[in-house]
């Protein structure tokens, strides 16, 4: 596999953690800007709850994999200047974009899965009173038993990402990995479409 340098002109091309943490800060607050849209105009009830707990996951879901399709950022990533490429710094396609995010989707729909179970089987007069007391033991122990497995796992599959990403010297997080790409700085795409093959890595 043929990766750029580490530099270009002595300015790095891999993105940095803070880069990167702060690109999914800035997604974050425009993905709850519309999660808290969508929950001021809804009606309270046990349908309105499951698609605000629903479609801002898979919104957020399409909005990684479109952007990074099309643009090879998402608007956070635009924001610091960071973009997804291939490891020669090439634009990606469909298929990376969507093999980047194919985890943290499986994860989703089992989320979904999970929570479908759990509101079909509640008492909208019991959940309600659960609601207004502020208590979630009653539609935790709705919950399917496997729940508690999927939250663990989606906490290793996150710390996982960010000890990885904090420990390899192209800034990589497992979903680069699974998807052959890197994300690097904005500034050094145009230059690396212009490198030499003498000037690339070339990793087995």
């Not at 009830?45 to 909005?63: G, Q, R």
């Not at 079909?120 to 009173?129: F, H, K, L, M, Q």
């Not at 539609?139 to 990402?161: C, D, K, R, T």
């Not at 699974?178 to 087995?204: C, F, M, P, R, Y």
Request: proline share 3%; glycine share 4%.
């Amino acid at each position: 596999m043929v990766f750029l340098p580490l530099e270009i002109e002595n300015k790095k091309v891999y993105a940095g953690f803070f880069k990167r943490i702060g690109s999914g800060v800035i997604d974050m607050l425009l993905l709850l800007s519309i999660v808290l849209i969508i929950s001021f105009n809804l009606e309270k009830s046990i349908f309105s709850t499951i698609i605000v707990m629903i479609v801002p996951e898979l919104l957020a879901s399409a909005y990684f994999i479109y952007f990074h399709y099309k643009f090879g950022a998402t608007l956070g990533k635009m924001a610091v200047g960071i973009k997804v490429t291939f490891p020669n710094g090439k634009k990606i396609g469909f298929k990376q974009a969507l093999i980047r995010s194919s985890v943290d989707l499986a994860l989703f729909m089992a989320f979904v899965l999970a929570v479908i179970i759990a509101f079909i089987n509640a008492d909208p007069e019991i959940y309600y009173s659960a609601v207004w007391q502020q208590d979630p033991r009653y539609m935790l122990a709705l919950f399917p038993v496997w729940y508690g497995a999927l939250n663990l796992v989606s906490q290793i599959w996150l710390w996982s990402e960010f000890v990885v990403l904090l420990f390899n010297k192209r800034k990589r997080a497992i979903h680069d990995y699974i998807a052959g790409t890197v994300v690097i700085n904005k500034h050094v795409v145009a230059q690396s479409t212009q490198l030499d093959d003498t000037k690339t890595e070339l990793v087995s």
